[in-house]
């Protein structure tokens, strides 16, 4: 079992940046893969961003150019770093934790955290 802390949301003005985090209850050495995924009302989950424990990263289409995602090893802890929001960008984000053993993947969910790009 992983239990995740997320933090960070909030409102912010187009063209601002923000920064979520991430904090799962065991080493993310022992994660797979460990990023964020968001959900605007309406919409279907998309990817954001996710690191895995080899430090390989992948972005979804929409944020590529401008989101980038970073990791404290001694945190266990994964960073969203938002850039240049749009309110195309508003959503919930959640992060996510896959972990596989033994050829079965566990997906892991947080809470979810607000963000709102609005002036």
């Known amino acids: 079992q992983v239990q995740l802390v997320e933090s960070g949301g909030g409102l912010v003005q187009p063209g601002g940046s923000l920064r979520l985090s991430c904090a799962a209850s065991i080493t993310i050495f022992s994660i797979n893969n460990l990023g964020w995924y968001r959900q605007a009302p309406g919409k279907q989950r998309e990817l954001v961003a996710i690191?895995?424990?080899?430090?390989?990263?992948s972005y979804g289409d929409a944020v590529k150019a401008r989101f980038t995602i970073s990791r404290d090893n001694t945190k266990n802890t994964v960073y969203p770093h938002m850039n240049s929001l749009e309110p195309e960008d508003t959503a919930v984000y959640y992060c996510?934790?896959?972990?596989?053993?033994?050829?079965?993947?566990?997906?892991?969910w947080g809470q979810g955290t607000q963000v709102t790009v609005s002036s």
């Open positions: 690191i895995t424990s080899g430090g390989s990263t």
């Open positions: 996510n934790a896959v972990v596989v053993r033994q050829n079965i993947r566990n997906d892991y």
